[in-house]
């Protein structure tokens, strides 16, 4: 009955820390909230193609997520791995929001498992840069997809048509700005309703994850650009893949780098970019362009300032000379350390004006003596301070057994990583059936099996996972063919 009631007290806890408190939450739990509404408004208007496609990535990034799991336990990852990263079901949902309903599958895996490399192994070794990785996983897509036969199409019918903004630029009306903000439009699954985009933004702004600054500092470069070209101001700044790129990516505070004062005019240099780059056709792949142009110069501008930082001051050698050749002065007679025996000083005094009451005449060698005594005595005392606390005792100096420390380091060293993640049976069974490599690797390192067992273990694993990658990729091929 206790476990029912802090059961119970724990679920009515999740709506205020959902909707009170969303900034104790992590950033990768938020993300997660925050890209429901694109995702089922991607799913509404596209429907199967859409669900398919997210399906695939999240199940990338599942498989991701294991082997990454995997290699901590086995090969003993470096700490700075996945240092600020996303959690790689974000990247794949990241990843698949910003697809078009006709991308191929492989490409869709490949562009999830390339963004789970870049932000857990490459970007992590660069320091701070305020490019964020999915934008230059976002510039292959586009690279790739100009090659193959994927554009955009039209979710009421299904046919292939382009996006708003290069409809715009090429004939040069606007589309209604209404339709925007629904997202009965072309693009991207979960990028083209402006509505869906900017209520997660809101969420992810109310969590504290993301940069208003940056946002603000975007809207208002493109609102000022689209005014001086006497653009329609409504079209231009609904764009729900602009919107998308700028508030999920770039506003992200772990890759914002500069202060909020810089931040703005940052932002708004992207936003000026953003709408020349539109204005020479570019259509919706200006925004990431701009993004990423501007997050280069910004990271190379501050690479180059902190190096001319750290640059020796350029001061004539003289200069840097002349304390010490100025210090030709004789040195003085040692009379340093006497400032140091002044309370020695001042016992002998003491006790040498207790003795001057008597008459006796000064012994030759009464002055040596009281010099020493009180150093004596303090060294005494702090022995016997010192020997009155006992030293704390080592757990290894047992009178026992002299050489029992030995022995347990030589069975601890005895005692690999592979064998203790080889004891796992659940990791041992998820490698073998998700990632087949890694698993026959951890069977085949595993002293505790026979060698029949193991070229078993191998032939049925490795049968079985050819059986589901050939029937996952006919069912994914068949049915986006369709659609």
């Keep these: 009955m206790l476990h029912v009631r802090q059961l119970w007290r724990a679920l009515h ?5 959902l909707l009170v408190q969303p900034e104790q939450l992590s950033y990768d739990v938020v993300y997660a909230l925050a890209l429901v509404p694109p995702m089922a408004t991607g799913i509404f208007f596209f429907r199967r193609s859409a669900a398919l496609l997210i399906a695939l990535c999240f199940l990338t990034g599942i498989v991701c997520l294991l082997a990454l799991q995997l290699a901590r336990l086995t090969i003993n990852l470096p700490a700075w791995v996945g240092f600020r990263a996303n959690h790689p079901l974000i990247s794949g949902l990241i990843v698949a929001c910003f697809l078009s309903p006709q991308t191929p599958a492989w ?15 490459v970007w992590p070794q660069l320091g701070r840069t305020m490019v964020h990785p999915a934008l230059v996983v976002f510039g292959i897509l586009f690279v790739v997809q100009k090659q193959l036969p994927v554009g955009f199409v039209n979710p009421f019918d299904g046919r292939r048509l382009d996006d708003p903004l290069s409809l715009w630029h090429r004939l040069g009306l606007p589309i209604d700005p ?3 903000y629904v997202g009965n439009v072309p693009g991207p699954i979960a990028a083209t309703s402006a509505a869906a985009v900017l209520l997660g933004i809101a969420y992810l702004w109310y ?3 993301i940069s208003a600054a940056v946002l603000g500092g975007f809207l208002v470069g493109v609102a000022a650009t689209a005014a001086a070209y006497g653009f329609d101001l409504a079209f231009q700044l609904a764009s729900g893949p602009a919107l998308f790129l700028t508030g999920y990516l770039a506003a992200d505070r772990r890759r914002v780098i500069v202060p909020d004062q810089l931040a703005v005019v940052v932002a708004a240099g992207a936003g000026i970019a953003t709408v020349v780059l539109r204005n020479f056709g570019q259509g919706q792949e200006a925004t ?5 142009a501007i997050g280069i110069l910004i990271t190379v501008a501050l690479r180059l300032r902190a190096f001319l930082s750290t640059r020796p001051s350029l001061i004539p050698a003289g200069i840097r000379r002349l304390p010490l050749s100025s210090s030709s002065e004789p040195r003085r007679p040692q009379a340093a350390p006497i400032p140091a025996r002044q309370p020695v000083m001042a016992v002998s005094s003491s006790s040498s004006l207790r003795r001057s009451s008597t008459p006796a005449p000064r012994r030759p060698q009464a002055a040596s003596i ?21 030293a704390p005792r080592r757990l290894y100096d047992t009178a026992s057994d002299s050489n029992d420390m030995v022995r347990q380091m030589r069975s601890a060293a005895g005692r690999g990583p592979l064998r203790q993640a080889g004891t796992n049976p659940v990791l041992w069974t998820l490698a073998l059936f998700l990632v087949n490599p890694i698993g026959l690797w951890l069977t085949w390192t595993n002293s505790s099996l026979s060698r029949r067992t193991k070229e078993i273990v191998s032939g049925v694993s490795a049968l079985w996972y050819l059986a589901v990658a050939a029937g996952l990729f006919l069912v994914l091929t068949h049915g986006l063919h369709r659609a």
């Excluded at 990431?288 to 990423?292: E, F, I, N, P, T």
């Design 13 to 17: 806890a999740v709506p205020q820390l």
């Design 107 to 121: 490409l869709g895996v490949s562009l999830v498992l390339l963004l789970v490399v870049l932000d857990y192994v």
């Design 178 to 180: 209404v339709k925007l």
């Design 207 to 209: 969590g504290r994850k």
């Design 288 to 292: 990431w362009q701009s993004w990423l």
């Design 370 to 390: 009281p010099a020493r005594q009180p150093a004596m005595a303090v060294s005494s005392s702090s022995s016997l301070r010192r020997s009155s606390t006992p």
